[in-house]
């Protein structure tokens, strides 16, 4: 069965440091989302992203973040300069056109310390 | 914005009950997604869910459109069903398709 594959499963950095966090969404979608979960809260929606372009973004999704499809199957997230606050497991998703079913990957848990 | 209410926060059952947990919203949408998430983090999509009622072996989802409401029931709870149970709705409503999320029900099955 496809599956959102995320890599890595953890990683522990270095505030300051840039660190990008790496998912390959299920071929045939078109939409991607990038979402957080800080220890204990809930969720929280990053940014969406269609048509090689950010279709939406949060609050959260400051300048330090981008996102990027630099190859037609990848999808990144990259922090530039990582904060304690930082500190999460961030989940990829996509979905196809026409529903809002999204399939999640397993999450990368980023540690900043 | 839709806000996502669940209830209970917490639910630890005796293995074999009936498990029951709620959903509530504010905004009218499009389908309601019941998620779940592993101790270690993963989330899975267990339904989605636009009107009526779906069943996936002892999972069964019902959603009131109207009463803008879903419950998620497990018939013949079994330990590994622990997990936290997840509802999220387009955030913004109709057409909205990035997800909002509830805060999650803790759900313990004790042997």
């Known amino acids: 069965e496809p599956e959102v594959t995320q890599t890595p499963s953890h990683q522990v950095t270095q505030m300051g440091q840039e660190v990008i966090l790496r998912c390959v969404p299920i071929s045939n979608h078109l939409y991607f989302y990038w979402y957080r979960q800080i220890l204990g809260q809930k969720v929280e929606f990053l940014v969406s992203?269609?048509?090689?372009?950010?279709?939406?973004k949060s609050e959260i999704f400051d300048d330090q973040f981008s996102v990027e499809r630099p190859d037609g199957s990848n999808f990144t997230l990259k922090i530039r300069s990582t904060k304690l606050e930082d500190s999460a497991m961030y989940f990829c998703?996509?979905?196809?056109?026409?529903?809002?079913?999204?399939?999640f990957g397993q999450g990368t848990r980023l540690t900043v310390v | 914005k839709n806000e996502v209410e669940q209830s209970p926060q917490n639910l630890t059952a005796q293995e074999g009950e009936f498990i029951t947990i709620n959903c509530s919203y504010s905004v009218g949408i499009s389908a309601l997604h019941w998620l779940q998430q592993h101790p270690g983090g993963g989330i899975v999509s267990l339904f989605m869910l636009s009107s009526g009622k779906k069943k996936h072996g002892r999972l069964i989802a019902t959603i009131n459109i109207q009463e803008k409401h879903s419950s998620l029931h497990i018939t013949a709870s079994h330990p590994r069903d622990s997990a936290v149970y997840i509802c999220?709705?387009?955030?913004?409503?109709?057409?909205?398709?990035?997800?909002?999320f509830g805060t999650g029900t803790r759900l313990t099955i004790i042997p």
């Open positions: 992203f269609y048509n090689n372009e950010i279709s939406e």
């Open positions: 998703a996509s979905r196809i056109e026409g529903t809002t079913e999204a399939f």
């Open positions: 999220a709705v387009p955030g913004g409503g109709f057409g909205n398709e990035k997800l909002t």
